[in-house]
């Protein structure tokens, strides 16, 4: 069963136990969200620390999405922003029940967990985002074969010839068997 598309309201919430990237004073945490190929980012949470509050709502559109990557990051002015840790989190419950409320595993990019963040997400159905359903290419439409209809103001093809409707609407002549060449 496919799920329907629609929109997601992810509220990211708040995060505890985060690895200290600081050596001195509190880590300036803050999220970069992507669903898909739609990505945010939060606010950032100054000396926020190890547990962070943000309690931001991002809302995105959802087609075939199945997960949202929260990459978190510790701002720093005077070097390159160090980064925390990944949390994905499935929205296949959100999809089906409507709402989800979860806190999701931080992990290093060692593989280590590093405490978690906690989301809220509603989700939407909006049929207006569904793709377009896929179209027969116009070779593989078979002709159909049916009795000469010719428009006012119109003459008749010679001898009533069936006509064929070919895609797109237009009628031609059906192709007649060859017939033998008169002997003399």
Same mark, same amino acid.
């Given at each position: 069963? @496919?799920? =329907?598309?629609?929109?997601? &309201?992810? /509220?990211?919430?708040?995060?505890? =136990?985060? !690895? =200290?990237?600081?050596?001195?004073?509190?880590?300036?945490?803050?999220?970069?969200?992507?669903?898909?190929?739609?990505?945010?980012?939060? !606010?950032?949470?100054?000396?926020?620390?190890?547990?962070?509050?943000?309690?931001?709502?991002?809302?995105? $559109?959802?087609? $075939?999405?199945? *997960?949202?990557?929260?990459?978190?990051?510790?701002?720093?002015?005077? *070097?390159?922003? =160090?980064?925390?840790?990944?949390?994905?989190?499935?929205?296949?419950? *959100?999809?089906?029940?409507? @709402?989800?409320?979860?806190?999701?595993?931080?992990?290093?990019?060692?593989?280590?967990?590093?405490? %978690?963040?906690?989301? &809220?997400? /509603?989700?939407? /159905? $909006? @049929?207006?985002?569904?793709?377009?359903?896929?179209?027969?290419? #116009?070779? #593989?439409?078979?002709?159909?074969?049916?009795?000469?209809?010719?428009? %006012?103001? %119109? @003459?008749?093809?010679?001898?009533?010839?069936?006509?064929?409707?070919?895609?797109?609407? %237009?009628? #031609?002549?059906?192709?007649?068997?060859?017939?033998?060449?008169?002997?003399?």
């Amino acid at each position: 069963m @496919a799920l =329907d598309a629609g929109t997601l &309201s992810l /509220t990211l919430e708040y995060a505890k =136990d985060l !690895k =200290d990237m600081d050596w001195f004073g509190k880590m300036d945490p803050y999220a970069i969200i992507k669903c898909g190929t739609q990505t945010v980012r939060s !606010k950032t949470h100054v000396d926020g620390g190890r547990h962070p509050v943000w309690a931001q709502t991002f809302e995105f $559109n959802i087609i $075939n999405e199945n *997960t949202v990557e929260i990459s978190l990051f510790d701002e720093d002015t005077l *070097t390159k922003d =160090d980064h925390i840790g990944i949390a994905t989190i499935s929205l296949a419950k *959100t999809r089906e029940q409507g @709402a989800d409320k979860l806190m999701a595993p931080v992990m290093t990019k060692k593989g280590k967990q590093h405490g %978690y963040v906690q989301v &809220s997400m /509603t989700f939407k /159905t $909006n @049929a207006a985002l569904r793709p377009a359903a896929p179209q027969q290419p #116009m070779m #593989m439409q078979q002709p159909v074969m049916m009795q000469q209809q010719v428009p %006012y103001g %119109y @003459a008749p093809m010679p001898g009533g010839a069936p006509v064929m409707m070919v895609p797109g609407g %237009y009628a #031609m002549p059906a192709q007649q068997p060859a017939r033998p060449a008169p002997q003399h």
